[in-house]
């Protein structure tokens, strides 16, 4: 792996998710699936707006039962989770930070479900799949950490059948400005690619999708991090503080400050390949 890839996979890892993450699973023996996927939103689900901002792109992508999704940076395996249940699709994702990647497959199989989703350990600059296999994919905060976009969006629509529509939901530039480090997603700026949304435009349509739709998550965005925000300190046993490590406050405050001041927002953009 290449350094900077090197240092955003340590960025991620925690090392201490999988017995934590088995440990939640074990607790709620006996719950329904559907339960236990709601609940376990708080923690696999890494990006703004949690389970809700998944569900809403799940629905503008108007899913069929048994196509195939890539998720592209899936982290934990929440969306693949999420996708598979309620849509009945099967997933594929792929994910640089190995350690996400086992804990996903170890709960899905802890689930059922890993006849119908499997997480792959690679980079999303070199996807190793088939062409034309896939029939959508999904990719939710991941852009912020790889530059070349233009390489990024290439790939995906190499994967994808003709017609494939790919749902993107990153934290954009909307206004001028320094960003202040710890964010979520980067401990410094040399890890971080936030770009704007002509930025995506341009490079979605350098690779041959066509853009359809844009929505601008900020307000779902700042009611979702003053919930999170209030509930960190308290130590809930699942939550997005434990994916982050010993600042997660820091990164949580700066997150939302910069989101406040109109320096970034989560945005959510669907492309197809005419
Ligand atoms: C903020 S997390 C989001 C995870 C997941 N999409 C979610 O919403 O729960 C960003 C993820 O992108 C992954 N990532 C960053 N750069 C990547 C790359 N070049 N290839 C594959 N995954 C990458 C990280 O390992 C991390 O799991």
């Avoid at 989770?81 to 994910?95: C, E, F, S, Y």
């Avoid at 990647?101 to 059922?112: I, Q």
């Avoid at 700042?222 to 997005?240: D, E, I, M, S």
């Amino acid at each position: 792996m290449d350094p900077l890839n090197n240092m955003i996979a340590r960025h991620y890892s925690r090392g201490s998710l999988g017995p934590t993450l088995l440990a939640a699973l074990d607790e709620r023996a006996g719950l329904p699936l559907g339960t236990l996927i709601e609940q376990l939103g708080a923690v696999d689900e890494f990006h703004v707006g949690g389970r809700a901002a998944t569900q809403a792109l799940a629905d503008a992508m108007k899913l069929r039962p048994g196509q195939n999704i890539l998720d592209i940076g899936c982290g934990l395996g929440g969306t693949a989770r999420l996708l598979a249940t309620r849509h009945n699709v099967r997933v594929t994702g792929i994910d640089l930070t190995a350690e996400y990647v086992e804990v996903g497959n170890n709960m899905n199989a802890r689930l059922g479900l890993s006849g119908q989703i499997e997480l792959v350990c690679g980079n999303a600059l070199a996807l190793p799949f088939a062409a034309r296999g896939f029939d959508a994919a999904t990719m939710l905060h991941v852009g912020m950490n790889i530059a070349n976009k233009s390489a990024l969006f290439g790939g995906i629509a190499r994967t994808l059948k003709p017609g494939g529509k790919l749902a993107v939901y990153d934290i954009m530039r909307t206004g001028e400005g320094a960003l202040s480090y710890p964010v979520p997603w980067a401990s410094e700026a040399s890890m971080s690619f936030v770009e704007a949304r002509p930025f995506y435009r341009s490079a979605l349509e350098a690779a041959g999708f066509a853009v359809y739709g844009e929505a601008d998550r900020r307000e779902l965005a700042l009611t979702f991090l003053a919930t999170v925000k209030a509930r960190t300190g308290t130590a809930p046993a699942l939550g997005l503080p434990l994916l982050m490590g010993d600042d997660a406050a820091q990164k949580l405050t700066n997150l939302s400050t910069q989101i406040e001041a109109g320096l970034i927002a989560p945005v959510q953009i669907l492309a197809y390949l005419p």
